[in-house]
């Protein structure tokens, strides 16, 4: 109803700014009528307009009426039952949640995405270390011990029945980055082989010029980190865990790490033996007991003279594995397209269905980690999205796939998976748009949007939020790297444009603050905790617009004539140039 209002105003805002965050359409219903009427037709995405100058032609707006908030509520409820078992790969659960969704896709009338079937199965190596309750560290005939869980977590870098390190040396290597396109080697000349590298979390923040400043980039991830080691040919590594280097709490840690573990099957890649996590006051404590200052071991792995450091304490560690391979599937279905070229490009939604299963600690009170917001809120978005697309009176020119991809909580295996075997090739993938969440506190008058800045889907995304009469934000924690922590980052590592709509934090009607503090609580109290649960304060109309957003997002990536493309100098244009110039050759000279 208000969106109406501000249709006139959008137009305005079209202008790129650089992909900084930016105030666009002014939400004041008195402006919108003095705003000039004709400046709209200078958006390319109104060339087809429909009624009232909306970016969209007439067809397409009677389909949002098919987005319900009841509907979100029942697949919500669903699925984050406890029928469902938290939905750990490869579990009973899994499997039902698996059958839902296709059942869900048949029934909308989606063809199978993933050959005859609406399954793409893949398989999961799990692996569950025995994690010794101490671990011991030398330093001459000194020794020091930790305590599992509250002051370490440490998991097999090894697909075999035992990880172990033994007598090997800790040495401190800063960021642990290598990154010459900043001129930045945490390693130098150092011989790490064998050894086990103690990192901070996070990329060099302090300077604009450095890793995009504040932004975390996925040399800050933990996943970087670890791939990073394994190239130095080092026996295992540590990261120090520090709340605002890693962007959450050491309960996430604790949580994420403990139980099985779950990876795609090994290639022959250079592996880590154990990957670790310390908390900051271990860390410190085994620092400082090794003779060296943290603080001043930080404020040395700011300069890019940095060298590694040698802390003079060795260690052993031996972990006893248990092997399953256990399958999981992506849940795949496809809505051709209805130009007989643009048909063989798809624009791709997807949406984890996965969470942490059950936890088998027999002192859980509430042992099922339901996953209500994480991720059942993402699938009830993409299901209405579906559902939208089907009721235009014809589809859009391009192909859609709905994909609703397993293991993400893994480390985003399943999306991971469909990367390395899409049924699309990566260089016909227009774009991905990934849900994980939801915006379960009401209406917003600004929609967060992580990946912004990186492609022209910005231009699609300030179209869509000025229709809906919503300020378009950036990443609203740039400094948690939320690009590279949810499924969209597997689909741009293959060069495919990617963004991650995010719920928004100025909740209309309620206080200034309010809908950040809410958020926050989440974090605090609910995420990746079992009390992730639909309740009766859950108001769905922020997630209806979120499925808005989506489809008409998608429309206007389907129809218009050119793919999206990633803004010059993007970490990942190289990856798309390489995905289309694979378009002309032969499919066996494919990787
Ligand atoms: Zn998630």
Redesign the pocket.
Known sequence: MMRILFIAALALTAACNGGREEEAPDADPDRAPTADPTARSTDPASAEAGAQGSPFPREVLPALETISPDDMRAVVAEISSDAYGGRGPGTEGDEKARRYLAGRLEALGYAPGAGDGYQQPFDLIGITAAQPQRWTFHRGDDTRELEQRAEYIVGSGVQGESAAIDDAELVFVGYGIEAPEYQWDDFGDADLEGKVLVMLNNDPDWDPDLFEGERRLYYGRWGYKYESAARQRAAGAIIIHTSPSAGYPWQVVETSWSGTQFELPQGDEPGLRVKAWLTEEAARELVEWSGQDLDQLVEAARSRDFEPVPLGVTTSITLDNELTRVQSANVLGLLEGSDPELSKEVVIYTA?HDHLGTDEDPRADDAIYN?AL??AA?MAVVLSIAEAFTALPEPPRRSILINFVGA??QGLLGSQYYARNPTFPPGRIAANLNF??GAIWGETEDIGFIGMGKSDLDEVARTVAGYQGRTLKGDQDPDKGYYYR?DQFSFASIGVPAIYPDAGRVVIGKPEGWGQEQMDAYTEHHYHQASDELTDAWNFSGMVQEAEFGFLAGVLIANQDDMPRWNPGDEFEAARQQAIEALDRPPEGRE
């Open positions: 984890h996953g994480d991720n993402g993400e909580e994980d969440g949810s």
